[in-house]
């Protein structure tokens, strides 16, 4: 493996919307080679043919993912680092973009590890995963007008009757004042088309499921774990291989508590929150069934019930949280190992010894 701390080049590219800005050390020398480039395919595969086999290192954002596998394919190595981890960055009293492209470059020469490297998806995964997150966001939309709209007319002494957002647009067009009508039938429309659309993302989803990422039928048989938690899932982990244990899983999405240790002080921290936001919520919803009045029982939902009575104003939280991240290293545990779903598989084996 070539030493780049005494050969070879390496190029810290701090990316920006427009203007993305490199700086270019060689042999562990300051070779003063910098400049900057349209942050657009064509420009940066030029751009990267035109460079000699390098280290590319850059901070994850909303360009690395396809300018990291651009590169590859030019002949780079590519790191990209967690730019919670580049404090030198993001705390910098002077910080401008040529100056964080220099940074980069010099931490990249020295260790990568010091970045602590992300790992991005594959661009398939990452094409279906916006299926995923378009569908949740259309699902967030329909909630925010069918709110407005039972609030606006209960502001004048109306009500909508309880029903399903599926039939919301109908039941509230015939319960709506008179006077109102101008005003919300337009948001009933919408969410009308809403709820056709959502359908048809689910259908999608169901499509992916089956054709191209069937693992997830072996992850729903987790109560709780459906058609966009299993999907989500597979695609957020991509590669279940790099995790050296199942129990990494937890921590990859931000479910494991953090640490402050010094001396003789280790404060209790809440959970990191790093990692896929959107998976981890599924993740978190999905525990609240299993410990919720319909979910069914097993080994999970026992050991969740009996941290949630504990006792303490938080213990049912730090619970669904608990179950959350047990979930997350189940599904992970399933899809490597190729086992099926025990509900009592713990006590099974206790009842065996």
Known sequence: ????????????????????????????????????????????????????????????????????????????????????????????????????????ARLGRVDVELLSPVKHRSAEAQQDLAVLRARDMAVRVRSQLILHVRGAVKAVGGRVGSCTTGSFATRAAEQMPAELRPALLPLLEAVGALNQQIRHYDQTIEELGQQRYAVTQRLRTVPGVGPVTSLAFVLVVDDPRRFRSSRAVGSYVGLH???????????????????????????????????????????LRQWGLRLAGRGGKNAKKRAVVAVARKMAVLLHHLWVSGEVYEAFYGSSRQAAA
């Open 1 to 104: 493996m070539k030493d780049y701390s005494k050969e070879g080049q390496v190029i810290g590219l701090d990316l920006g919307d427009e203007w993305s800005h490199y700086h270019v050390l060689k042999g562990g020398e300051e070779v003063g080679v910098k400049g900057r480039m349209k942050t657009r395919r064509a420009e940066v595969e030029q751009w990267g043919r035109q460079q000699e086999g390098s280290r590319v290192v850059m901070e994850a954002g909303t360009h690395s993912p396809w300018m990291s596998r651009l590169l590859e394919a030019c002949g780079h190595e590519v790191v990209v680092a967690n730019p919670r981890k580049v404090q030198l960055i993001t705390k910098n009293m002077k910080k401008r973009d040529p100056v964080d492209a220099r940074l980069l």
């Open 257 to 299: 508590s953090g640490s402050r240790q010094s001396g003789e002080q280790d404060p209790q921290l809440p959970i990191t929150k790093q990692g896929d936001a959107f998976l981890r919520r599924l993740l978190v919803n999905s525990a609240q069934y299993v410990l919720g009045p319909f979910g069914p029982d097993s080994d």
